[in-house]
């Protein structure tokens, strides 16, 4: 592989969290010359700041405001050294130079992905590069991808939480964070104890797998720089509308006083509720005399 190192713990992709290394170090497309020159050409709304240190508690997707990036990397770099600021670059790969790092990951991310016999092709893959103070806190989140999560400069520790244990995010929760219906998770310090801790630095990757919960702390002694790729594979999508789908049929089962099995735990029924989502998102559109009957109908599904 290109781009990332061979490590046997790639076989556990989206099953845990696991640290490997990366190949990246003295990219060209992740030179200081070259993203000073990215960054003022990206379409606004590709670069997201959050300023001021953040808590872990935090409603992260909250916290992250658009804005074009008018001034020099070089001036970023140096007041995020003392600004406690959070930069957030939503695929910089919509810009030309970084057409070869991406193609080079989304080759290896594939690699992996035929090796364990789950699909040819990563769904939407897209990069993000993330440039924070030191000691900056990204909170208590989920990504709705699964993601390889590269360092290339400065530390950080990331605490990944085991993704379907309910102990640290609720079936509930999992369910509204999917459908961006509530995004504040609940986090305290006996939630925070189910969390494996990787110290991360420069060169090395950690896997984080789709729907876990994560938390990172960047470290005291420089800036850091950051980049993952997103991605989703067939397993993911059905996990993904399976989540929606229950989502709904939560709110009209507890009218009934039922509740939908969880997700995840058997993938026969994942894949069944990833149709009935299909079915349900089809009648709405129809818009169909009898739709809420038939969706009605359709929720019982999510009990099975
Ligand atoms: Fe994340």
Redesign the pocket.
């Known amino acids: 592989m290109e781009s990332f190192e061979e490590n046997e713990s790639l076989d556990q992709l989206d099953s845990a969290a696991f640290k490997f290394n990366h190949k990246l170090l003295g990219h060209p497309s992740l030179s200081m010359e070259n993203l000073a020159r990215v960054l003022p050409e990206l379409p606004a709304g590709r670069v997201e700041f959050s300023k001021g240190l953040l808590n872990v508690n935090d409603d992260f997707e909250k916290t992250l405001e658009n804005q074009t990036c008018k001034i020099k990397l070089e001036e970023i770099i140096e007041n995020i050294r003392t600004s406690n600021s959070y930069i957030m670059v939503n695929h910089p790969d919509v810009h030309p130079s970084f057409a070869p790092i991406k193609r080079q990951l989304v080759e290896d991310v594939e690699s992996i992905m035929r090796r364990l016999g789950i699909g040819k092709e990563a769904i939407d893959p897209r990069l993000f590069l993330f440039i924070a103070s030191p000691n900056s806190v990204?909170p208590f989140?989920i990504?709705r991808y699964s993601n390889f999560l590269m360092q290339f400069r400065g530390s950080k520790h990331v605490s990944v939480f085991p993704q379907w244990d309910e102990r640290a995010v609720t079936a509930k929760h999992h369910e509204a964070y999917m459908a961006y219906a509530n995004t504040k998770l609940p986090f305290n310090d006996e939630i925070d104890a189910l969390g494996t801790r990787f110290e991360f630095k420069p060169g090395e990757a950690i896997h984080?797998p789709f729907l876990a919960g994560?938390h990172v702390r960047n470290g005291s002694e420089d800036v850091s720089i950051s980049m993952a790729i997103f991605f989703n594979t067939e397993q993911n999508n059905a996990w993904r509308k399976a989540l929606r789908f229950n989502g709904i049929a939560r709110n009209v089962l507890k009218k009934v006083g039922l509740s939908p099995a969880p997700v995840g735990q058997q993938a026969w029924r994942d894949k069944v509720k990833a149709i009935g989502w299909d079915a349900y998102t089809k009648i709405r559109e129809l818009q169909t005399k009898n739709q809420n009957l038939f969706s009605t109908g359709l929720c019982m599904l999510a009990t099975i």
């Open positions: 990204t989140h990504d984080i994560h």
